[in-house]
């Protein structure tokens, strides 16, 4: 596994923390990172169900500094044609929806690079910290590929419209200020301030009913939910036909014959 992100709980925190096999590497997605993440959120899913208490928060981050998640593996890219593009599409919105369904807050600590699949899973969690080192984009059309693991829907509900578009057609990578003048994220400091917020955020929710809380994000998510079936559908068959195309496999031709030229 060229990704692994492992599970720790302790007093009603629970962490699930994106680590490279080399270090060096940034976190990136592949069905067996997929895989994983889905079995440590049906873990979380029925602690939870067991004892509202179980779990109070849930806080998504990575052992880099330098990155949260990139997105997809390249070697999974490798691999996808316009024929295996719909599972591939599928997949990530069955785990990254399981993530948002989760019934207590789940917050994203980005230090680093949260780009295309990667950002697409901290949109998914119910909010965003970062440090001011934190670079944020959905740069999928420089590839030939639409943001296919819900980031049609959640970037566009998150910053509105005209920004979502902007980023979408641009590629651009943006920094934690912008991202928080976008209110993409919820706070953006030194690396010691988002330590600090975070923990005073923890706090702040064990502080309240568990109950009322799960409560609340159910009845916020109930309308993006309604919206989820559709966006699923779009997705896969812009990646579709964004594949059957041509032009995506011309522009993953270059892209890889350029890293191997290094």
């Given amino acids: 596994m060229k990704t692994n992100v492992e599970l720790e709980l302790a007093e009603g925190v629970a962490w699930l923390v994106f680590s490279a096999a080399e270090p060096v590497k940034p976190a990136s997605v592949d069905y067996e990172l997929l895989d994983l993440l889905e079995l440590h959120l049906k873990k979380l899913s029925a602690a939870a169900a067991a004892d509202v208490e179980a779990v109070r928060v849930l806080v998504l981050a990575s052992a880099s500094p330098k990155y949260f998640v990139v997105g997809a593996n390249l070697e999974a890219l490798k691999s996808v044609d316009q024929h295996s593009i719909a599972a591939w599409i599928e997949r990530g919105h069955e785990v990254y929806n399981r993530l948002a369904d989760l019934p207590f807050p789940v917050i994203a600590k980005v230090t680093g690079y949260a780009l295309g699949g990667g950002l697409e899973l901290a949109m ?65 400091g030194s690396p010691a301030d988002l330590e600090r917020r975070l923990a ?63």
Avoid: H
């Fill in 200 to 262: 005073e955020t923890i706090e702040q929710i064990k502080k309240n009913s568990a109950t009322a809380v799960s409560q609340m994000k159910r009845i916020m998510n109930a309308e993006q939910n309604r919206m989820r079936e559709f966006s699923r559908y779009a997705e896969t068959a812009s990646s579709i036909a964004c594949l059957a195309a041509g032009d995506t496999a011309r522009r993953l031709e270059d892209f890889f014959a350029k890293r191997a030229g290094k």
């Fill in 124 to 188: 998914a969690c119910d909010w965003i910290l970062a440090a001011d080192s934190a670079r944020f984009g959905q740069p999928e059309a420089g590839l030939g590929f639409v943001a296919g693991w819900g980031g049609c829907l959640r970037l566009p509900a998150i910053i509105g419209s005209a920004a979502a578009r902007e980023l979408f057609s641009t590629g651009r990578i943006i920094e934690a200020a912008e991202a928080y003048r976008l209110g993409l994220v919820n706070f953006a």
